[in-house]
């Protein structure tokens, strides 16, 4: 089923909205590709003005920036969540959660749905 980006066609009183136009291709969106903890698997998908984005669908490694210095490390679990406490039970990851690594906790600074690419920092506990 397609994702559309446009406006509701209930008004707030509940009464209907007219159409003022067909719907275009620009407002159609994407499902939530779900990022989850896993072998590594990427897929890559056409975007607006003749690019692509690359989209994690799974990763078992984070590149952790820790004082001016990249490494790799393994991901080990996912451990908070605050865009939905759900997630944590899927192991999804997306901007802001706080996951277990052989390094200790890092948060996920990336977006892996869009970019293709889990980034971290370390948080202090």
């Known amino acids: ?11 707030k009183t509940g009464g ?20 989850e903890v896993g072998e590594q698997r990427i ?12 989209r994690a669908k799974r990763s078992e490694t984070v590149n952790l920036a820790e004082d001016g210095e990249v490494k790799k490390a393994e991901i080990e679990a996912v451990v908070e969540n605050p865009a939905n406490p759900n997630f944590v039970r899927r192991s999804l990851l997306t901007e802001g959660t706080i996951v277990e690594t052989s390094e200790g906790k890092a948060k996920i600074t990336s977006r892996p749905g ?4 889990v980034n971290a920092v370390p948080v202090e506990e």
């Open 1 to 11: 089923m397609a994702v559309w980006h446009k406006r509701s066609m209930t008004k």
């Open 16 to 35: 209907k909205t007219r159409r003022y136009r067909k719907s275009r291709k620009y407002d159609l969106g994407s499902e939530f590709s779900e990022p």
């Open 43 to 54: 897929t890559v998908k056409d975007a607006r003005g003749n690019t692509t984005k690359v």
């Open 114 to 117: 869009q970019n293709g690419v």
